[in-house]
């Protein structure tokens, strides 16, 4: 059974930066897509960053502030977030899909999360 868990998050002012963590526990994530998912209060869960066949991709609305590492030998993928905004207050979550895809439906396996809020 795959566990995930998130640490990092907190409170922060506009224009600060925070940097959160993931830990996968298991084998075989450097095959798996990997990345981190928010859901702001009363929307939807959305994609904000992740790995997928070697390749990084982001949603628009957070490129140039958020940067996704990884490091397969400690299976942890971490989201460096600068520049943060009022409109970035989300609980943050880590999954993993064992193909390729970082679709919120086709993820396999999600953490519990971790809150992060953005003052102005």
């Known amino acids: 059974q795959v566990q995930l868990v998130e640490s990092g998050g907190g409170l922060v002012q506009a224009g600060g930066s925070l940097r959160i963590s993931c830990v996968a526990s298991g084998r075989g994530f450097s095959s798996y897509a990997m990345g981190w998912f928010r859901q702001a209060p009363g929307k939807g869960r959305e994609f904000v960053a992740g790995?997928?066949?070697?390749?990084?991709y982001y949603v628009d609305s957070v490129k140039g502030r958020f940067t996704i590492s990884r490091d397969d030998a400690k299976n942890t993928v971490d989201l460096q977030m600068n520049s943060l905004k009022p409109g970035d207050t989300a609980v943050y979550y880590c999954?993993?899909?064992?193909?390729?895809?970082?679709?919120?439906?086709?993820?396999?396996?999600w953490g519990k999360g971790t809150l992060v809020t953005v003052s102005s």
């Open positions: 790995f997928s066949r070697s390749r990084t």
């Open positions: 999954a993993v899909n064992r193909g390729t895809s970082l679709e919120v439906g086709n993820m396999d396996y």
